[in-house]
């Protein structure tokens, strides 16, 4: 959205505004006025003219100037009913130079996990990716994913869902009868490209499984409309906590570690870390400053940056 229809939302949230004083306000003309307010209503807003000026009735349940409205964040949001995956849209943007631009989707027909593995993503979802442009070495762009983790399970406790972050990029909701101790409710995917020790830019990746019916989920997944008894949640709320937060959380590494470990699963819990070499079975004691996980096997600490985590029973 550009600057005078943010401006123009803006005003209207205030109250009833005319026309002209819109114009004044923002320094345009009144068919300038005129077209932004066609064309918000063609975005979904509800502005009806009174007497008394324009009056905003109603926001979008969701897209891209929904989220953009109030949002006290610097992200642009480019916005597709369905789109093959958010992160290569996200990735051809970097490519062409975008920064803080956020690419956000009700349906993906491509989703990626890690490791190129499928991610479902049916309608009802919050399927977002952020692009970054951070002043970080490549070696702590870690510290992106540890910031969205917490700030993406901040933005579900707000929605009454006890979730907690699996390191190194999974929220869960905790059940014991489920195989791995906890259901999977979102997933992070960071891609990233750099040379010579510089980051160029940062793809953050968010699915997160909103207003999605369990059954059309993987088995062992879960969805905020499951856990709260299949009342929806408002997902344009939701977004914009998760994208305030991040802001928030991603120029201040110690807040977000801070806030990962305040809903971190994985502290204190006894897991195995599969990486492409090797197994590592111990106890997981801490985290770094950039993310890695430090688990101690008994005989000796180790810190582990990337891996695919399990939460094991204390007999395994
Ligand atoms: C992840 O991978 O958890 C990262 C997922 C990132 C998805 C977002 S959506 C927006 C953006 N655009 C994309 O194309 N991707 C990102 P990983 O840890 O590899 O987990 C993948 C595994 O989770 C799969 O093999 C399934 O077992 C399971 N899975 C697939 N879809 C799921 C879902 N919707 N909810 C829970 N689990 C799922």
């Not at 933005?155 to 699996?166: E, W």
């Not at 190194?168 to 750099?194: H, I, S, W, Y």
């Not at 599969?274 to 400053?289: F, K, R, Y």
């Amino acid at each position: 959205m550009n600057d005078t229809r943010r401006a123009v939302l803006d005003a209207l949230a205030d109250g009833p505004i005319g026309g002209p004083a819109l114009a004044e306000r923002l320094g345009v003309s009144r068919a300038a006025v005129w077209k932004h307010v066609e064309a918000l209503r063609d975005a979904g807003f509800e502005i009806t003219s009174a007497s008394d000026g324009y009056v905003l009735d109603e926001v979008p349940e969701f897209g891209g100037p929904a989220v953009e409205y109030g949002l006290d964040a610097p992200f642009e949001v480019e916005y597709h009913d369905s789109i093959p995956s958010t992160n290569d849209r996200a990735r051809a943007l970097a490519a062409e130079g975008a920064e803080d631009d956020v690419v956000l989707a009700d349906e993906q027909t491509g989703g990626r996990g890690r490791l190129d593995r499928a991610w479902s993503s049916p309608t009802g979802g919050v399927w977002l990716s952020v692009v970054c442009r951070p002043a970080l070495a490549p070696s702590r762009v870690s510290l992106l994913t540890v910031a969205a983790s917490a700030a993406a399970c901040g933005a579900v406790r707000k929605t009454g869902v006890d979730a907690r972050i699996k390191w190194p990029n999974d929220l869960l909701v905790p059940d014991p009868d489920a195989a791995r101790g906890g259901r999977k409710l979102a997933g992070l995917l960071t891609e990233m490209e750099g040379e010579a020790g510089k980051v160029s830019w940062v793809v953050l990746g968010l699915g997160l499984n909103a207003n999605v019916a369990p059954d059309d989920l993987p088995p062992d997944a879960t969805s905020l409309l499951g856990e709260r008894d299949g009342d929806p949640v408002d997902r344009r709320v939701l977004t914009q906590r998760f994208l305030e937060r991040f802001d928030a959380l991603r120029t201040d590494p110690d807040a977000a570690r801070d806030a990962w470990r305040e809903h971190a699963a994985t502290l204190g819990q006894r897991v195995r870390v599969t990486l492409p070499s090797e197994t590592i079975v111990g106890d997981a004691v801490d985290v770094t400053d950039v993310g890695a996980l430090v688990v101690d096997t008994g005989s000796e600490r180790r810190v582990v940056h990337a891996g695919d985590c399990e939460h094991l029973r204390p007999a395994e």
